[in-house]
């Protein structure tokens, strides 16, 4: 894990931008997946086909469920679709950038926990998983994220 550069914030503005398409009940979502200075892939939650809806699934799941416990697809993961689906050969070696908002502000992350996400990241090849944390923009290899994600996830 390490700190990136102020000037990195502009992609997690962009993700913040893309978050406001989603019409996820409980959060807005956004992602970037960036190469080289350049946005290769964007994404935001919400459920399949980005049909809104009147109530949340998960508010009726089971406490034992036993799956990815939201009814919508992770921004990470229309991100990485988007980018697989623009600009293949780019996706290796690329960074994806991950914010949360709240009421419309981007909400500082806590500790990395979606495997389903982080998976995902590593099998494409993507280099780094960037969140904003207390300290600043933080990047982790995909990696480190990968091993974080198990050991944090409930």
Same mark, same amino acid.
């Given at each position: 894990? /390490?700190?990136?550069?102020?000037?990195? !914030?502009?992609? =997690?503005?962009? $993700?913040?931008?893309?978050? +406001?398409? &989603?019409?996820?009940?409980?959060?807005?979502?956004?992602?970037?997946?960036?190469?080289?200075?350049?946005?290769?892939?964007?994404?935001?939650?919400?459920?399949?086909?980005?049909?809104?809806?009147?109530?949340?699934?998960?508010?009726?799941?089971?406490?034992?469920?036993?799956?990815?416990?939201?009814?919508?697809? /992770?921004?990470?993961?229309?991100?990485? !679709?988007?980018? =697989?689906?623009? $600009?293949?050969?780019?996706? +290796?070696? &690329?960074?994806?950038?991950?914010?949360?908002?709240?009421?419309?502000?981007?909400?500082?992350?806590?500790?990395?926990?979606?495997?389903?996400?982080?998976?995902?990241?590593?099998?494409?090849?993507?280099?780094?998983?960037?969140?904003?944390?207390?300290?600043?923009?933080?990047?982790?290899?995909?990696?480190?994220?990968?091993?974080?994600?198990?050991?944090?996830?409930?």
């Amino acid at each position: 894990m /390490h700190l990136l550069s102020e000037n990195n !914030r502009i992609y =997690l503005e962009q $993700a913040a931008f893309i978050a +406001k398409h &989603s019409c996820c009940l409980r959060a807005k979502c956004g992602a970037v997946v960036v190469k080289n200075g350049n946005v290769i892939g964007q994404g935001w939650n919400s459920p399949p086909g980005n049909v809104c809806v009147q109530k949340c699934l998960k508010d009726d799941l089971p406490n034992k469920f036993k799956s990815d416990k939201t009814c919508c697809i /992770h921004a990470e993961d229309r991100a990485v !679709r988007d980018a =697989l689906a623009r $600009a293949p050969d780019e996706i +290796k070696g &690329s960074q994806l950038f991950f914010i949360r908002l709240d009421r419309g502000a981007m909400q500082k992350a806590g500790k990395p926990y979606c495997t389903m996400c982080s998976k995902l990241a590593l099998d494409v090849g993507i280099k780094e998983f960037v969140l904003l944390h207390e300290n600043g923009i933080t990047a982790y290899s995909s990696e480190e994220y990968n091993t974080l994600s198990f050991r944090h996830a409930e």
